[in-house]
């Protein structure tokens, strides 16, 4: 009823009926229902394609990792796991939680084997800034990976430290914006009801 009843930039305010989702995710869901119609397949073509999209990208994420016929047999049961496959037909941020944070442990190994310009760290900074915006728990992969960039940048003799440093500051707002954001987003109701949660 939330992304039904209301325009996009009413998306961004508390919501109705004790629901909490990010704006991004919300504004995705939006889009589909503008262009696909009030359905219920429109409603949820969000999740779905996440859960699409998480399986190739822990391909790629368990491959940096691990032996290639492990990350072949991680990834089929990272696919078949029926709690992802739920998520994936829910409207529900789930299935896009878990693709945003896949999303950033690959943006994070893929900086890792980079060199930096000021191009690239500002593509690093925005992709992150995106993800942040479409699921509130990548703040947890996003604050962790921004301490192992900046620590690594502080301990190598990096030529690109100063872009590693302005990537990790860069993420380091959008942490705090988007947690400022949700707790600005939650009615009194809800606030007491994730304390008791």
């Keep these: 009823r939330n992304v039904l009843d209301r325009n996009p930039s009413e998306l961004f305010s508390a919501l109705d009926y004790g629901q ?8 995705a869901v939006k889009l589909s229902v503008t262009f696909f119609g009030n359905s219920e397949y429109a409603l949820r073509l969000v999740p779905f394609v996440s859960g699409i999209a998480s399986p190739a990208l ?3 994420v368990a491959r940096a ?3 290639p016929i492990g990350a072949i047999v991680a990834t089929v049961m990272f696919s078949i796991a029926i709690p992802l496959v739920f998520f994936s037909s829910n409207v529900k941020q789930y299935s896009t939680d878990v693709a945003a944070t896949l ?3 690959a943006i994070v190994l893929r900086l890792f084997r980079s060199h930096l310009t000021p191009r690239s760290a500002c593509g690093f900074a925005c992709i992150s800034a995106l993800t942040l915006s479409c699921s509130q728990a990548a703040v947890f992969p996003v604050t962790i990976a921004g301490a192992v960039v900046f620590v690594d940048a502080l301990m190598s003799r ?3 430290r100063r872009c590693r440093l302005l990537v990790v500051a860069s993420w380091a707002t959008s942490v705090i914006a988007i947690v400022a954001h949700s707790l600005s987003a939650m009615t009194p109701a809800d606030s007491l009801y994730l304390h008791r949660f």
């Design 65 to 67: 990792v691990i032996r």
């Design 103 to 105: 999303l950033v442990i």
């Design 58 to 60: 822990f391909l790629f």
């Design 158 to 160: 990096r030529l690109d």
């Design 20 to 27: 909490l989702a990010p704006p991004g995710f919300l504004l």
